[in-house]
């Protein structure tokens, strides 16, 4: 039997991360029944340091929110069970170890989807760019360098990442900063856009792996956070305490307003989801207010309406992936940017809200609609890893 591995960002404190990496294995082995699918447990030290919850200043100050992320990364640990792991795990900062793990081991190797071609913190070389001596068929799916400034990335650093690029068989990147970027450093080479693994979510599939229902799922949070019953729910994904306090002070009073992910005052912070609790929580919100790119594409994958907030400066410059996401789905009325030093667009957003609220069942046909946009960009990997599997 033929084994494809995935060398992705699956072990991140981070839901999208995980949800990502499901969402892609079990879609490929669903595809390829008749092959061995695993998500290669690897991760870099470094990483394993910053998503440890530390007891700063400010988490001296807060204990209950520092006890809190620790549950929450408790959860995210029980949850790997749910992976196709390698049988072997691999903790180091080298990639020496890793390569030899996958030409040892598999008949394919897919690095993807996440911010995989990003080496800021992971540092340069990684694994993830497959800079491996072997002829073993390489394929990116998703790939996104976004967050890394081209101003950063050094004549050898690029030369070093286009050679690499050079042996892959597909290049599926996220976004057109990746296209770019991959194009800079080779350009011969062919990237081509493919949708984050998120949208392909088996969601009756996340269902089973837990045994529940959507519906006894939502129960239960609802009940383990104390949220009401009576309450329509407006859920919040945010890096921007300024945007929740404009939301709670219009919306509170009859609306429930929870958060996720980053805490926000005044809200009831859902801290301790497992990241297949989450995929399955923005069911529950007449509205999403986010700032994240996988906040957004789960959201929408629920078919809750979305307003996406860009607070990132990175994007000012360069088209930000929740803009691409949502321009190639035909939704940029629901994206706003706010950069951290311009943050003056409020009435906007809260009249976006407003409108989904009013209209919910409208918004979601539209999101329907942009789903089936992006979601064919899957099949032109599919065809090019089953062309390498039977070769």
């Known amino acids: ?41 690897y991760t870099s030290l470094v990483m394993e340091k910053i998503y440890k919850p530390k007891l700063t200043l400010r988490g001296v100050l807060n204990k209950g929110l520092y006890f809190k992320l620790l549950k929450r990364q408790k959860a995210f640990k029980s949850s790997l069970k749910y992976l196709p792991l390698s049988d072997k795990t691999i903790i180091s900062d080298e990639s020496g170890e890793v390569f030899r793990y996958i030409t040892e081991n598999y008949d394919a190797v897919i690095v993807g989807s996440d911010a995989v071609f990003n080496w800021t913190k992971r540092g340069f070389p990684n694994p ?9 068929p390489r394929l990116s799916y998703a790939a996104s360098a976004y967050g890394m400034e081209k101003e950063s990335i050094t004549k050898e650093q690029l030369d070093i990442f286009g050679k690499s690029l050079g042996g892959f068989k597909f290049v599926g990147v996220r976004d057109d900063y990746t296209k770019d970027l991959t194009l800079s450093a080779n350009p011969n080479i062919n990237p081509v856009y493919t949708c984050d693994p998120t949208v392909l979510l088996d969601m009756d599939y996340v269902q089973q792996l837990l045994g529940k229902t959507k519906e006894q799922v939502i129960s239960d949070i609802k009940k383990k956070f104390g949220i009401s019953s009576n309450k329509r729910v407006i859920g919040l994904m945010l890096g921007n305490q300024a945007i929740g306090a404009k939301i709670r002070e219009k919306y509170s009073k009859d609306y429930e307003i929870v958060c996720l992910y980053q805490y926000l005052r005044d809200t009831k ?22 700032s994240y790119f996988h906040g957004t594409l789960l ?13 990132t400066s990175f994007s000012v410059n360069n088209t930000g992936k929740i803009e691409d996401l949502l321009t190639r789905m035909d ?3 629901n994206y706003f940017h706010l950069s951290n030093e311009k943050q003056n667009n409020f009435d906007g957003i809260l009249t976006r809200v407003d409108q989904m609220l009013a209209n919910k069942s409208a918004e979601a046909e539209r999101i329907k609609l942009g789903l089936e946009k992006i979601e064919p960009s899957f099949d032109a990997f599919l065809d090019v890893l089953k062309q390498q599997i039977q070769e």
């Not at 993830?128 to 073993?136: G, K, P, R, T």
């Open 269 to 290: 912070f859902l801290y301790s989801l497992t990241p297949l609790e989450w995929a399955l929580c923005f069911s529950m919100f007449s509205v999403t207010v986010t």
């Open 299 to 311: 959201s929408l994958k629920n078919l809750t309406p979305t307003v996406s907030v860009d607070i």
């Open 1 to 41: 039997m033929k084994k494809i591995g995935i060398l992705t960002f699956h072990r991140s404190i981070n839901y999208g991360a995980f949800v990502q990496s499901l969402a892609l294995s079990d879609r490929i082995q669903k595809a390829l029944p008749d092959t061995k699918v695993e998500v290669i447990d």
């Open 128 to 136: 993830y760019i497959l800079n491996i001596e072997s002829d073993i």
């Open 331 to 333: 939704l940029c009325d």
